[in-house]
């Protein structure tokens, strides 16, 4: 999709707001409630919203289960999608950049983001953008554990992605996710495994989990974890030269799957690869099935952010016309034509 074809979308989009009559200031102005817009959108994207408790989804043409029902209701705002960055994102073309705005300048970060921002709005969750201070003895990656750790306490679950990091489907409720994976309440954290690589396997060989998408459940085992995690590096007496992880990659993510996988591996569920990292052409075979983790390809995280919303905002509007089809479809059972017999 190019950028004037996906502008296009977007003034579609608010155009069939304001045709649902829901005014256009609703949308501009700031001092709107965030429930008000977050109804908004449901309302305009529920027509093709998947149910939480379907038996299977279909992906081009391939059905995957959901599994367990552990999730049987919506979460609505006790989830929260939570982006953390230690980039303002306030520049030109940026997400909170005050000046006008323009798609086809748009960076893939602001993308990504604004990608977590409207899957929450859809499905009624809550959205926090945390934008953090650097440590002075420490990776900028590391901020995101402090980050998460103070923000649980408000929330059920908090999902946590890289800017990189998007969702595909966005008609799919994350509680079916939850399902599919088999998040129980004895979990505290979900993420996915890296790709089989040498370089991301830890010391003894095992292959690491990814730290750019997590999902955190909020139990007083998650926050012990958190706390463990984010003080590892300057804990040598329980975690052994944890500290070279303050700033060379794989940093937390190394720190994570050296030391806490080993001392909370019950109350951790990782996902392959395949359904939560990587994309569909990723060299080493991980499609991002269900999120998609453009760790190797940031440049291509833009035109998914498009294709997400296109694909989802074209199957609306079939529906949207399938509905209204007995006043716009006219059956024409004749090639002749007709005389007006009204005057």
């Not at 960055?85 to 997400?95: I, V």
């Not at 760790?295 to 035109?303: A, I």
Request: hydrophobic share 35%; glycine share 6%; with cysteine.
């Amino acid at each position: 999709m190019k950028s004037w074809q996906f502008t296009a979308l977007l003034a579609l989009v608010i155009y069939t707001l304001v045709l649902r009559g829901i005014p256009i200031e609703h949308l501009r102005y700031s001092n709107t409630p965030a429930s008000e817009t977050s109804d908004t959108m449901r309302a305009f994207w529920q027509p093709i919203l998947h149910p939480l408790l379907s038996e299977k989804f279909d992906i081009n043409g391939k059905s995957y289960n959901r599994g367990s029902s552990l999730w049987t209701q919506p979460t609505g705002r006790r989830l929260c999608i939570l982006d953390v960055d230690t980039r303002p994102l306030n520049d030109s073309n940026q997400l909170w950049s005050s000046g006008n705005f323009s798609w086809a300048g748009m960076p893939s970060a602001s993308s990504g983001t604004l990608n977590h921002l409207l899957y929450a709005s859809i499905h009624g969750y809550d959205y926090k953008f945390v934008h953090t201070q650097e440590f002075h003895d420490r990776s900028a990656y590391w901020t995101k554990i402090r980050a998460v750790a103070n923000i649980l306490h408000g929330y059920a679950v908090v999902v946590v992605l890289d800017s990189d990091a998007i969702f595909p489907h966005l008609q799919l409720p994350f509680e079916w996710l939850l399902n599919r994976w088999n998040f129980t309440e004895h979990r505290s954290i979900l993420q996915a495994t890296d790709p089989s690589w040498k370089e991301l396997t830890n010391s003894y060989g095992r292959v690491n989990g990814n730290a750019g998408f997590l999902v955190i459940q909020n139990n007083p085992r998650s926050h012990e974890i958190l706390r463990q995690w984010h003080g590892c590096p300057d804990d040598e007496t329980h975690y052994p030269n944890c500290s070279r992880f303050r700033s060379d990659w794989p940093a937390e993510q190394g720190a994570f799957g050296e030391y806490l996988w080993y001392k909370y591996s019950d109350y951790v569920n990782q996902v392959a690869c395949d359904e939560a990292l990587g994309w569909d052409g990723f060299k080493n075979g991980c499609k991002g099935i269900f999120v998609r983790h453009y760790t190797m390809g940031k440049h291509l995280v833009k035109g998914a952010v498009e294709h997400s919303l296109g694909q989802s905002f074209m199957a609306a509007l079939q529906i949207f016309a399938l509905a209204r089809g007995h006043d716009i479809r006219i059956e024409s059972s004749s090639n002749s034509i007709v005389l007006d017999t009204t005057r």
